[in-house]
Structure formats: C-alpha cells, structure tokens
C-alpha cells in the first residue's frame, strides 16, 4: 500500500470509494488527459467524475478565473452584487428555455436538488416527492429520501414520504418483455393508480428524475416517458423537476438538456458537476414564480462566488462557440457503434447504451446471463493497464460508464474504443 493510500485510509472514512486496487494520485492534466504521481499517462474516458466538461487546462477557464484572482476577490460576500453571477444565470436562464426562468446557484448539485424540492414543495404547499427507482441526487438529507436505490443513501431518512416509480426499472417480469410503447403506458398506469388510491396529489410537490440515471448506470428511460408523465402530472398541478447534473450542457449529443429527449419544459432543472469545468458550481435553474416562493429570503454563502461564476461563464463560453454538442453526438456515434460491433464477439458484454458522451456496458457472467461486478471491476483495471480511465457503477456495480470530457476528439475517441475493446476483449478471454 502506497503510503498516501495509508494515511487516506487513516483519516477518510471507510465508505469513501475509491477506484482501483492500487489507486492512483493524479497530478497533472492537460486536454483529455491525465498525468499520475508514476509518471503513468491516461486518457480520461469519465473527465474526473464529469467535472472536467472541457478537459485539463482550458486557457480560457484558467484565464477567466487568474482575472478574476488579480482583482483580489476571491470571495466577499453574495450579499453584494456579483457581476459575473448575474451573466451566468442569464445565459443559463435563456438555454433553459423556462419562460421567465430565474437561478439560483450552490456549490454542489445535492444542494441544488435540495433548492429545487424546497421550491417544489413550497411552491405546492405540498410535503410529498415522486421519485424513480434507481435514482440517486446527492448525499443530503432531502436528497438521500429521494435517492432510490439504498446502497446510495448516506442514510435512510426520509422526510417526503417518497413514492418511487418503475419508468427506468425494466428488471420486474411484468416489465421485461414490453415494447416501449407498452412499458410506457404500463408506467402511466402505475402513476394513475398511484396518485388514484395511495396517496393524495395535494400531497406530492414534484417528480424528480435524471433523464439518464448517472450512477444508476446510465440507464435510460424510453423517448417520451416522462412527456407521458408529465401529462398526468399536469392535471394535478405536481411540478416536474429535472436533474440534469450528468445530462446537461450537451453531453447526450441529441439534446443540450436530457430532458429534451421527452420532448418537455421541466418547471425546474438543477445542475452542477461539468458548469465549472473542475471548479464547484452547481444550481437550480426554473420558473421565476417557483423559485422565489421559497419562503424566507437568505443567500448561500458560496453559491455563485466570483470565482465559481468566473469560471462557469468561460466554460459554458467554451461549450456555445465550440459547439460541443455537436462534437458530443459526433464522438459517440463512432464509440458507441463501435462498442456495439465489438460485443457481437465478447461472451461478458451483455449490453452496450448510451447517448452522445454518455455510454455505458453491461458486464455479465456467461454461463447465468447474470450481472456480473467481478468483470466489471476487473475490465476497469484492465482499461487503466491500458491508460484508459473509465467509471463504474449501475444497479448491481456491473457496468462501466464512460463520460469523457466534450472537446473529445474524433482520434482521441477512437483511440479510446480501442483501449476500452482490448480491455474488455482480456477479461472476456480470461472468463470461462
Ligand atoms: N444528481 C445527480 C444526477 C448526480 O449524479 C449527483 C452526483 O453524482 C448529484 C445529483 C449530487 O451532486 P453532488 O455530488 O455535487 O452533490
């Protein structure tokens, strides 16, 4: 054990994850590549934890936050006006696309959920949450209640009272051999007799869901699914919330939000993770008559500081002129194809998903079909042998998610798909 790791274990809690037997200490980035304390160089198929939207060392997000430094406010106080505050809610107020949206920032996106149901909640008079099964928004108090999925929640309070849903749950026999038509009507269904005879939708304040569940293993809902929500929703006033932490700002390739894919205006979307390439913003962007019905006025000491904002305005700058959405669509089409024509071949890859920079694999054991976190966690070692860092996560820890950095390019993608094949292709001889 390396001494570093030593004195991590000492001090850091033991629920802490960290990838990798022997982890690694990075300490130097630049593009979509990362530099470890060996000297070791890997390309980053996961920017950080989608942190680094833009990659390492973006002159421009560097630039914008030394300005910002050279005026010697790093921080006063957001009880006086921040200038680059105001710009970035603007620009993030009209991508929206939420007529008269407002923002308000926090440092993390858990904080910006919380913002979001205490809108919601407030908003309705409500005291009640839908969720989706498998979710996960964040390690707060509010947002551990609405995470579905119990190996994720800090804890297991839950001040809601959270109801949660099937809609990207297929795994019950009655779901399974649905088309998608069926399982949407059949989740309609569900939500009808939900709000019918189990609770009251005077109750519910909103329905939360990620459009693309992260550490759920980038598991997708159909096209359309929550528009068929929605509707239901609509006739009973309950707010729909979208958490776009990990689908925002063009990742999907098809949408700059993912829940554009369903074809809806949410009332709230929240955000954090890739906004300051690295830097920690997050936030909750929605209707102006939602978000200041928070009852109580008061600020977030950090949220929306000079320097969070300095260097979210550069990155979604960067993200808009470069058209990275475009450059996302384009990157994943070749790597998920790809994937999709190497698995034809490897007995463990039981499924391969995803959208633009958002793609995942499903690792499974070959003589039961079953899911198989053994595999996966050795074909994430196998990657890194390569120089290729990759996540892992999904409902059983079976599947490897990839989220590189939006300035990807089409070399670095292939050159990724090959390092991500030969791993798999490694384990995949290895296993019986
Ligand atoms: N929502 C989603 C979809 C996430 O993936 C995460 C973190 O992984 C969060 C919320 C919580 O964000 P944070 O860790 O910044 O609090």
Request: net charge negative; glycine share 12%.
């Amino acid at each position: 054990m390396s001494d570093l790791l030593a004195r991590h274990r000492a001090v850091i809690p033991s629920w802490v994850a960290l990838n990798y037997s022997e982890p690694i200490e990075i300490i130097g980035g630049k593009g979509c590549r990362v530099t470890d304390s060996q000297g070791r160089s890997y390309l980053d198929f996961f920017a950080g934890i989608l942190t680094n939207m833009l990659g390492y060392d973006v002159a421009e997000v560097r630039e914008a936050v030394e300005r910002q430094l050279a005026t010697g406010i790093y921080h006063t106080s957001t009880l006086y006006l921040i200038r680059g505050q105001v710009e970035l809610a603007e620009k993030i107020a009209k991508l929206s696309g939420i007529s008269g949206a407002k923002v308000f920032f926090t440092n993390s996106g858990s904080e910006a959920n919380e913002t979001a149901l205490a809108a919601a909640l407030s908003a309705r008079k409500a005291n009640q949450v839908l969720a989706m099964r498998n979710s996960y928004h964040g390690r707060t108090f509010g947002t551990v209640a609405i995470t579905g999925n119990a190996s994720w929640k800090a804890s297991s309070n839950d001040p809601f009272g959270t109801h949660y849903l099937h809609g990207t749950d297929r795994q019950l026999p009655a779901y399974r051999n649905l088309s998608d038509a069926e399982f949407i009507d059949a989740c309609v269904e569900d939500l009808r007799a939900l709000l019918a005879a189990a609770i009251h939708p005077a109750d519910v304040g909103a329905l939360i869901a990620e459009p693309i569940q992260g550490v759920g293993g980038f598991t997708m809902a159909p096209d359309g699914l929550f528009r068929a929500y929605k509707e239901v929703l609509d006739e009973h006033g309950i707010l729909f919330i979208s958490d776009e932490v990990q689908t925002g700002w063009g990742r999907t390739g098809e949408h700059f939000w993912g829940i554009q894919a369903h074809r809806i205006t949410p009332d709230l979307m929240t955000f954090a993770k890739g906004l300051g390439n690295g830097f920690a913003i997050g936030g909750v962007v929605g209707r102006g008559d939602v978000l200041d019905g928070i009852r109580g006025n008061g600020i977030s000491t950090f949220g929306g500081n000079p320097i969070s904002t300095a260097a979210g305005n550069a990155t979604l700058d960067y993200v808009l002129s470069h058209d990275l959405q475009a450059n996302a669509a384009a990157c994943g089409d070749i790597i998920i194809a790809g994937l999709r024509t190497a698995a034809n071949e490897l007995k463990t890859v039981a499924d391969v998903r995803g959208k633009g920079l958002m793609f995942a694999v499903d690792l499974a054991d070959p003589s039961t079909g079953k899911p198989a976190p053994a595999l996966a966690a050795k074909a994430l070692e196998a990657a890194k042998e390569r120089g290729l860092l990759v996540g892992k996560g999904g409902l059983y820890g079976s599947t490897l998610r990839m989220a590189p950095p939006l300035t990807l390019s089409e070399a670095e993608a292939r050159e990724g798909l090959g390092l991500l094949v030969d791993a798999l292709r490694a384990v995949d001889a290895e296993t019986t």
